[in-house]
């Protein structure tokens, strides 16, 4: 299924989301900057020069590119960014290097990938009891123990 999403260019060197291929559930993201050094295990915010009009709903979920983060250590510093539908500022990727070596980061090279998606609001409501399950408090690592 698909909708349209309004994008507007902030910036000459922003390039429009792409992707790579017609299944693809993430549109990739490109840097709008010039070429940026990342420190060591530090973060960089890289700006991709476009802001979207998300439809009401849908969210922007951002994550990282395998390849980049599997070959480069790059990711997202939050490990999911999300861009909520009533956001009209400029995209940015909080981008961090896990590894222990500079990084650097071209501009037009893809840096993080874009999901759109439906979300649920909501209404919170306080109750003494919960249902019981089988699981039932069982924390983390609990499923498949005895």
């Known amino acids: 299924m ?16 792409t992707y ?4 693809s ?6 840097s709008a900057m010039d070429e940026t050094v990342i420190a060591p295990h530090a973060t960089v915010l890289i700006k ?12 922007g979920l951002i ?18 960014g999300v861009i909520d539908c009533d956001y009209r500022g400029e995209v940015m990727v909080a981008l961090h290097n896990h590894t222990d070596a500079p990084q650097t980061v071209a501009k037009g090279e893809r840096i993080a ?13 306080e109750a003494d009891e919960l249902s019981e399950t089988v ?9 498949g123990t005895k």
Do not use: H, M, W
């Open 2 to 17: 698909k909708y349209n999403v309004k994008i507007k260019k902030l910036s000459e060197n922003a390039v429009i989301p």
């Open 20 to 23: 790579g291929s017609p299944y």
């Open 25 to 30: 559930a993430g549109a990739d993201l490109y």
């Open 48 to 59: 991709t020069g476009l802001a979207l009009e998300l439809p009401v709903g849908f969210a």
């Open 63 to 80: 994550y990282a590119r395998s390849g980049l983060a599997s070959k480069r250590g790059l990711a997202p510093a939050n490990k999911v």
């Open 113 to 125: 990938q874009l999901v759109i998606t439906p979300y649920v609001v909501a209404d919170f409501e």
């Open 135 to 143: 699981r039932g408090e069982g924390g983390f690592g609990s499923t």
